[in-house]
């Protein structure tokens, strides 16, 4: 196994910048440059140096001899003035020494990976943790680093092997008299994984919108005000306004952070029959925009729906209430503080019903193991002479779930999933 190094906190002028080594090398590389280590776990302040002897930094360095360190291998961390000269110059003397080289982008982890000290949605959460903008994310993915899924998952794979170990046992004696009788308990078993896992399925599509940042559509006829009302909402101009009807076609989305909640707020083109072909593709994306969005505002007096079947958390609004006294004015200002409002009070009473799951790769295998209980709960009603079958599709099912959290075919995850991670970490 190689030693690698890199920066783990970002580029450029910093109080402090974090360089770490992990590998069988880290401490003899580190000791290289620092001529003396502190005691494993302990901060000590050394003084780094470079081949002929110069003084590079004066550093807080922290040894974590393996297995107890993040990557699960010996770890060494220099807290160094965060100058981008002097991580360069402990970089470079670094790359002098031979025995380490720069780790690719989500080494480390990866490391960490392999060497059981995570599982892979595990993983995944630091990733997320990591792109966390808003404090339902960040809440959200924490609990996924805390391996709260895989605890899960893990129950689920007992009990499933459980199943399929009691019914094969029955297979084995089925020329004995008097077979015990299994089928009460395993079917109490697979029931209730089936149940929690409707449950996570559910909650993962809340739960990814959370991951993800949820999306609020706001439709209306041409010249209601969508645009100002965006601008209004951002508290800068995003969007061209004006008077004439048709401005906006593509659709302008701005981020917002409501109270926690990851929220994008899209404007969209006037609906109406389109006064040529420009116009129309506008009005075609804002429909397809807003039928996928989790939430619609739609700006008219006459409560038209534009054929969008518009739900009960949707909020139909009057535009310019400053010329009619009442609705919404994005010129003024009337009623957007109470739209916010709103909007984060539907958001957040939907977000309170978030599963632990958050990845549609989850979501994915949970359904696949799902439909496999749902096949395999008949034949175990239909009796033993199916028992066979049944324990082979749970054995299916069990593979399923060990993907999940990367015991098995990780391989073909871990580039696409790495991808995503930066230098360092
Ligand atoms: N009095 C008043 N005028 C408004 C209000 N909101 C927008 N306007 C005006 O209405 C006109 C249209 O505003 P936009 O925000 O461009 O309307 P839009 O719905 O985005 O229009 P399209 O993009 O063409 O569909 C502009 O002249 C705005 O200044 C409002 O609350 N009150
Ligand atoms: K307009
Ligand atoms: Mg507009």
């Given at each position: 196994m190689e030693t690698i190094f890199a920066l783990a906190s970002a580029q450029g002028r910093a109080g402090v910048a974090v360089i770490r080594i992990s590998g069988p090398d880290a401490l003899y590389a580190a000791k290289t440059l620092t001529h003396s280590l502190p005691n494993d776990r302990v901060a000590g302040l050394r003084s780094l140096f470079d081949g002929s002897g110069a003084l590079l930094d004066k550093a807080l360095v922290l040894c974590f001899a393996g297995p107890h360190s993040f990557t699960g291998e010996d770890v060494v961390e220099f807290h160094l003035h965060g100058s981008i000269a002097v991580v360069q110059a402990v970089m470079k003397e670094l790359s002098n020494g031979s025995s380490v080289r720069l780790a690719e982008p989500g080494e480390f982890t990866r490391r960490a990976l392999?060497?059981?000290?995570?599982?892979?949605?595990?993983?995944?959460?630091?990733?997320?943790?990591?792109?966390?903008?808003?404090?339902?994310?960040?809440?959200?993915?924490?609990?996924?680093?805390?391996?709260?899924?895989?605890?899960?998952?893990?129950?689920?794979?007992?009990?499933?092997?459980?199943?399929?170990?009691?019914?094969?046992?029955?297979?084995?004696?089925?020329?004995?008299?008097?077979?015990?009788?299994?089928?009460?308990?395993?079917?109490?078993?697979?029931?209730?994984?089936?149940?929690?896992?409707?449950?996570?399925?559910?909650?993962?599509?809340?739960?990814?919108?959370?991951?993800?940042?949820?999306?609020?559509?706001?439709?209306?006829?041409?010249?209601?005000?969508?645009?100002?009302?965006?601008?209004?909402?951002?508290?800068?101009?995003?969007?061209?306004?004006?008077?004439?009807?048709?401005?906006?076609?593509?659709?302008?989305?701005?981020?917002?952070?409501?109270?926690?909640?990851?929220?994008?707020?899209?404007?969209?083109?006037?609906?109406?029959?389109?006064?040529?072909?420009?116009?129309?593709?506008?009005?075609?994306?804002?429909?397809?925009?807003?039928?996928?969005?989790?939430?619609?505002?739609?700006?008219?007096?006459?409560?038209?729906?534009?054929?969008?079947?518009?739900?009960?958390?949707?909020?139909?609004?009057?535009?310019?209430?400053?010329?009619?006294?009442?609705?919404?004015?994005?010129?003024?200002?009337?009623?957007?503080?109470?739209?916010?409002?709103?909007?984060?009070?539907?958001?957040?009473?939907?977000?309170?019903?978030?599963?632990?799951a958050t990845h549609e790769r989850h979501r994915v295998a949970m359904t696949e193991t799902h439909s496999v209980l749902r096949t395999v709960l008949p034949l175990i009603d239909r009796g033993p002479e199916h028992y066979d079958i049944a324990a082979e599709e749970l054995r299916t099912a069990v593979r399923s779930l060990e993907a999940l959290i990367g015991r098995i075919d990780v391989e073909n995850l871990l580039d696409e999933i790495f991808a995503s991670f930066c230098l360092g970490k």
């Open positions: 392999e060497n059981g000290r995570m599982d892979l949605a595990q993983v995944e959460g630091l990733a997320d943790l990591i792109e966390s903008e808003t404090e339902a994310q960040r809440v959200q993915a924490l609990k996924t680093v805390s391996g709260h899924l895989g605890d899960l998952v893990e129950g689920w794979r007992s009990s499933l092997i459980r199943s399929a170990s009691l019914i094969e046992a029955t297979i084995d004696f089925a020329d004995e008299d008097v077979p015990v009788d299994v089928s009460p308990e395993v079917r109490g078993i697979l029931q209730s994984v089936r149940d929690e896992l409707v449950r996570e399925i559910d909650g993962s599509h809340v739960a990814e919108r959370i991951r993800l940042g949820f999306e609020v559509a706001i439709i209306g006829p041409p010249n209601a005000g969508k645009s100002t009302l965006l601008n209004a909402l951002a508290g800068r101009d995003v969007a061209i306004t004006s008077d004439i009807a048709g401005t906006t076609r593509d659709v302008i989305e701005v981020r917002m952070d409501l109270n926690g909640l990851p929220v994008t707020f899209l404007d969209t083109a006037g609906l109406r029959e389109g006064q040529d072909t420009v116009e129309q593709i506008g009005i075609d994306r804002a429909l397809d925009r807003a039928k996928q969005a989790d939430l619609r505002v739609v700006l008219a007096e006459d409560g038209r729906d534009f054929g969008l079947d518009l739900t009960d958390d949707d909020i139909v609004v009057a535009p310019k209430a400053d010329l009619t006294g009442q609705g919404i004015s994005g010129l003024t200002g009337v009623g957007v503080e109470g739209l916010l409002k709103s909007v984060q009070t539907t958001l957040s009473k939907r977000s309170s019903t978030a599963g632990l």
